[in-house]
């Protein structure tokens, strides 16, 4: 089956520094990608939605300055959080689609990051 | 625009028994419907989903849902729990046009031996 990997599993910074969380689509080809935050006991909440070679498309409520995103292959997308603060400290997964628009509905997840600031 | 309502945040069931886990959507449009699978400090895996065609769909896991237009409901059913059924669990729907993704707020799954 797809298998998406994201890197890494766990991190730990300082308040106002930045992370890159990074998503890979292992052994397929993802044209979309999509980033999800998950709070403690709570569904997955859309951030944004990362297209390969364009810029992400941002949910409403999502600060694109403050989570960027970066789309450069079609097997990897980067979610950078600038600036961190306590309360960005959260479940973030990814996802991906395998193929074309239109061609597959299913979206395979990463095993997530957990994102720590102090 | 799509959502799900997930009744039941917490079902506890024995080992053995039948798992019955509630979902209801809303939809505009013909709805995709999935069912996703979580672990503790895990990302999610799909157990089963509907696009088209049969309306009783087969999972892994030995997971089943039925999608019934007229009730708008995708319900989850396990007939023998098993101790590694214990997980939280998501339902999903989709218009199947840009993949987007609405999930319900999750059913926590406990199996009592």
């Known amino acids: 089956g797809a298998v998406v990997s994201q890197h890494p599993s766990r991190v730990i910074c300082k308040s106002g520094t930045s992370v890159k969380i990074e998503c890979r689509s292992l052994?397929?080809?993802?044209?979309?990608m999509f980033w999800y935050r998950q709070f403690p006991k709570q569904s997955l909440m859309l951030m944004a939605t990362?297209?390969?070679?364009?810029?992400?498309?941002?949910e409403q409520g999502v600060e694109k300055d403050k989570f960027l995103i970066n789309h450069a292959s079609l097997t990897l997308s980067t979610l950078t959080v600038t600036s961190a603060h306590p309360e960005d400290s959260s479940f973030y997964i990814c996802?991906?689609?395998?193929?074309?628009?239109?061609?597959?509905?299913?979206?395979?997840f990463g095993p997530g990051t957990r994102l720590l600031v102090l | 625009a799509q959502s799900v309502t997930q009744l039941g945040s917490h079902v506890s069931v024995s080992e053995g028994a039948l798992v019955l886990l509630r979902c209801n959507y809303s939809s505009s449009v013909p709805p995709y419907l999935f069912w996703y699978v979580q672990y503790p400090n895990q990302g999610l895996q799909l157990l089963l989903k509907?696009?088209?065609?049969?309306?009783l769909v087969k999972g892994i896991n030995g997971f089943e849902a039925e999608f019934k237009k007229s009730e708008t409901s995708f319900h989850l059913t396990k007939p023998s729990a098993h101790m590694s059924d214990a997980a939280e669990y998501f339902c999903?729907?989709?218009?199947?046009?840009?993949?987007?993704?609405?999930f319900g707020a999750g059913t926590t799954v406990t199996v009592r031996a």
């Open positions: 990362s297209n390969e070679g364009s810029k992400a498309t941002y």
């Open positions: 052994d397929f080809q993802a044209t979309t």
């Open positions: 999903a729907v989709s218009d199947g046009s840009d993949y987007k993704l609405s």
């Open positions: 509907y696009t088209t065609g049969a309306t």
């Open positions: 996802s991906a689609v395998e193929g074309p628009l239109g061609y597959q509905e299913t979206q395979y």
